[in-house]
Nanobody
Framework: EVQLVESGGGLVQPGGSLRLSCAAS????????MSWVRQAPGKGLEWVSQ????????YYADPVKGRFTISRDNAKNTLYLQMNSLKPEDMAVYYC?????RGPGTQVTVSS
């Protein structure tokens, strides 16, 4: 059974940092591109970032480019999202995703 479990969310002040993790199981993690998506209150899902398998190429949505860094540890079957210089507009539930499957998400709140 495929499982994705996100963690690392919380309350942070504007300008702060958080590191999200996603523990994956039930599939060959190293063989798949993985993504982070987010959903802000009252809004639809927004793609944030992707990291490919193999070469590990990374891609970012314009709003997070230069502030967020996606990475993966295939030995630990874990996906990461380092988020720096957080803004109130980054507040959302963050999900890791592959082939349309998402975990339960982790809440990120950015507020002073």
């Amino acid at each position: 059974e495929v499982q994705l479990v996100e963690s690392g969310g919380g309350l942070v002040q504007p300008g702060g940092s958080l590191r999200l993790s996603c523990a994956a199981s039930g599939f060959s993690f190293r063989s798949y591109a993985m993504s982070w998506v987010r959903q802000a209150p009252g809004k639809g899902l927004e793609w944030v970032s992707q990291i490919n398998s193999g070469n590990g190429d990374t891609y970012y949505a314009d709003p997070v480019k230069g502030r967020f860094t996606i990475s993966r540890d295939n030995a630990k079957n874990t996906l990461y999202l380092q988020m720096n210089s957080l803004k109130p507009e980054d507040m959302a539930v963050y999900y890791c995703e592959f082939t349309g499957i998402r975990g339960p998400g982790t809440q990120v709140t950015v507020s002073s």
